[in-house]
């Protein structure tokens, strides 16, 4: 007998990676119950269809992600470069820990509007930005300058981290080692200079 939580992870781990490679659109059931070793009836009883399979990955792994960078935000004690080095380390974290979910991630947040994969991907992107603009706007004594640019702040930092991320993975750089501490640490302190100055 088949082991079914083994079935039902490798079917989301198939179409993870099928879609990181191909992109969502470009994916059929088919080729993701063929990926994992499973006909399609078996995929169809875990995930009734193709956007399920997706919005089944979106709250297992975005979830939790969104719930830690709202902790973080929230947690501010009054020195924002220290929330913004826990931010940040926790996104090359979450980068690190699966780097094809991570960019898949990315990627359908910028597809078409009327996409389902973007409908589906929006409400987490949503909630992260929303964790790191409180934080801006909690913080916003200690970054005098503000001025209701609290948003402006979240793009500048999250594009920062982000393409930080990019080019590293880009440079088949290891894992272990663009997460290092000092790297990272080196991002945040440039990004504060910028809003001082």
């Known amino acids: 007998m088949e082991d079914r939580t083994d079935n039902r992870a490798k079917i989301l781990e198939s179409a993870v990676h099928l879609f990181y490679q191909r992109g969502y659109d470009a994916v059929g059931v088919q080729e993701i119950a063929l990926a994992a070793g499973v006909t399609k009836p078996t995929l169809y009883y875990y995930f009734k269809s193709k956007l399920g399979l997706l919005e089944a990955f979106l709250k297992e792994w975005c979830e939790p992600a969104c719930i830690r960078l709202e ?29 094809e979910a991570y960019f898949l991630l990315l990627s359908l947040n910028y597809s ?19 964790a ?15 001025n209701g640019r609290q948003e402006q702040f979240v793009i500048s930092f999250q594009g920062i981290i982000n393409h930080y991320i990019l080019v590293m993975d880009e440079r088949e750089i290891p894992p272990e080692e663009f997460a290092d501490p000092h790297a990272i640490w080196e991002l945040v302190r440039q990004f504060m200079y910028g809003i001082y100055s």
Do not use: W
């Not at 790191?132 to 503000?146: I, S, V």
């Open 71 to 99: 902790e973080i935000a929230a947690a501010y004690q009054g020195v924002p470069s220290e929330t913004l080095y826990a931010l940040a380390c926790t996104l090359v974290d979450i980068a690190k820990e699966n780097r």
């Open 112 to 130: 078409a509007r009327e996409n389902e994969a973007f409908k589906a991907v929006f409400p987490y992107m949503r909630r992260m930005f929303r």
């Open 132 to 146: 790191m603009t409180g934080f801006f706007t909690g913080a916003g004594d200690k970054l005098g300058n503000m």
